[in-house]
């Protein structure tokens, strides 16, 4: 470990006379983390648009109109006699969901003559639709509920003989890990790991990929009397603690201003964190060992980082995604920290089960180290010197 605090204070000097560098491990990760915030604050989508082609015009339909309003997650925006005038709002954005009204709703209701009540969803956004959907049946179950009761009321029927009719079996349900089904926690916090691992990864590869472009990787070389790994410890250490800190500051603010749930154990958690950052550090070690080429890498981590998110679980059920997929998705360290991040901050699951799930990452980390002496042939030879 020869040299690693020379290389370690020569580093620091190029952190801050590097304004890419200052902006790849300080500025950007702080202002990408108040950017997911301020996106996903809100946690849960409120007053989408919807249009209501009423073309009944009665006691019912206006009963309709403001019990949908009343919805958080709908707004009556709209209240249109056309349905194709409707269907073009949809077509142009402007709504997310049609709820057609038709002549005589109300009478054929009070009939008995079941008249059909149809709703036009714009399902492109799944979770989107899903939640509109969802708000927009409970509302009209309830209201053909109190029709129901109503009605058979005026017939004589008691509101304790009426209500095995109305609801015939009673459902208890209980929404377990994210009860208030936030985007926040379930998209957000995702995307601040994934800020971080972005920066992490490309901020390493740019600092040891422009030694290389430079010609300045013989000099580390000369520092450490020709260890590559004390040269790589030295050269990414300033780097481990910045990010790690950066990490302590999105805990911060997930724990403390969001009031993200913390069910477990909050150590675990950034133990994980810790190793995230060493994981993708090694990745990006990876990739100029095996390239040798600063653009090439820094156009595959981007793409690497990127694709995590996809391949996790989290977007996608992992146990819905083709076995090749599933495979795939091990190849990822955030993979495995996004288990241990929900099994600790959502679910309290046992410590012997979330640590399991650091052990994979640990290979990426001595695969780093194994190609110490393929990096030490990039530095010392002019060859490899001066490619972009």
């Known amino acids: 470990m020869k040299g690693v605090d020379k290389i370690f204070v020569r580093e620091l000097r190029r952190i801050r006379a590097s304004k890419s560098l200052m902006f790849g491990c300080i500025f950007g990760p702080l202002l990408s983390f108040m950017l997911v915030i301020a996106i996903f604050y809100k946690g849960v989508p409120n007053d989408l648009p919807v249009a209501i082609v009423d073309q009944d015009n009665s006691a019912l339909s206006n009963k309709i109109y403001s019990w949908i309003d009343a919805t958080s997650i709908a707004e009556s925006t709209y209240r249109l006699n056309s349905l194709s005038e409707a269907k073009i709002l949809m077509e142009k954005g402007k709504v997310d969901a049609i709820i057609f009204l038709q002549e005589d709703f109300e009478r054929d209701v009070l009939k008995g003559v079941k008249p059909e009540l149809p709703l036009f969803f714009n399902n492109t956004n799944i979770v989107k639709g899903s939640l509109l959907y969802k708000g927009i049946y409970t509302c009209l179950s309830t209201v053909k509920a109190g029709l129901k009761m109503k009605i058979r009321t005026k017939k004589g029927y008691s509101n304790a003989a009426l209500m095995p009719s109305v609801q015939p079996i009673p459902f208890d349900s209980h929404l377990l890990y994210n009860p208030y089904t936030s985007y926040m926690y379930f998209c957000g916090m ?100 095996l390239t040798a080429n600063l653009r090439l890498c820094l156009s595959l981590g981007a793409a690497y980082t990127m694709m995590a998110l996809s391949f996790s679980g989290l977007t996608f059920p992992a146990m819905g995604m083709p076995l090749g997929a599933k495979i795939f998705s091990y190849l990822f360290p955030f993979t495995y920290y996004l288990k241990i991040f929900i099994s600790q901050s959502a679910k309290n699951i046992d410590l012997s089960i979330a640590l399991y799930d650091l052990l994979p990452m640990f290979v990426f980390i001595v695969l780093a180290i194994l190609t110490a002496g393929r990096l030490k042939n990039i530095f010392i030879e002019e060859k490899y010197w001066g490619k972009r």
């Open 190 to 289: 995702a995307i601040l790991a994934i800020m971080l691992i972005a920066f992490t990864m490309l901020t390493s590869v740019f600092a040891l990929g422009t030694e290389i472009r430079w010609g300045t990787s013989y000099k580390l070389m000369r520092i450490t009397n020709g260890s590559s790994l004390s040269a790589i410890v030295g050269k990414m250490l300033p780097y481990t603690l910045i990010f790690i800190g950066q990490a302590l500051i999105m805990d911060l603010l997930m724990f403390a201003v969001i009031k993200a749930p913390l069910n477990g154990s909050l150590l675990t958690i950034i133990l994980s964190q810790v190793i995230l950052v060493l994981t993708y550090q090694s990745v990006a070690i990876l990739l100029i060992s």
